[in-house]
């Protein structure tokens, strides 16, 4: 909740994975940047990927190179994960909303998976 200065009343604000049915992050330029970067660069791999297919290059090359992008994936889901937990799932703790703990519970065994 916050207080809306123009009226004087409590209005409900809409917060970090707000429990919603739409729900949305609020990143910092800073950080929705590093993760485009780091998704373009990943796209990139994958298009180069495409590319040895195409060309028929040795299969344990292009298992190499499946592997690197695999790995920079997980390293945008670590920043992503860390920046979740460090402002919506706060947020959503000390606003009472304890199940948001299942929540990310959850998302983490899916990510243990891969």
Not at 2 to 21: P, V, Y
């Amino acid at each position: 909740m916050k207080l809306d200065l123009n009226k004087g009343n409590l209005i409900e604000q809409d917060n970090c994975c707000s429990s919603t049915n739409e729900r949305k992050s609020h990143h910092s330029d800073e950080t929705k940047k590093n993760l485009i970067t780091r998704l373009n660069r990943v796209e990139g791999q994958i298009r180069g990927i495409k590319g040895l297919i195409e060309k028929d290059t040795y299969c344990d090359d292009v298992i190499t190179q499946i592997s690197a992008a695999q790995s920079a994936l997980n390293g945008v889901a670590k920043m992503l994960l860390e920046t979740h937990m460090k402002e919506c799932v706060a947020e959503r703790i000390q606003g009472g909303d304890l199940e948001v703990l299942d929540e990310v519970l959850v998302t983490i065994q899916k990510l243990m998976k891969k």
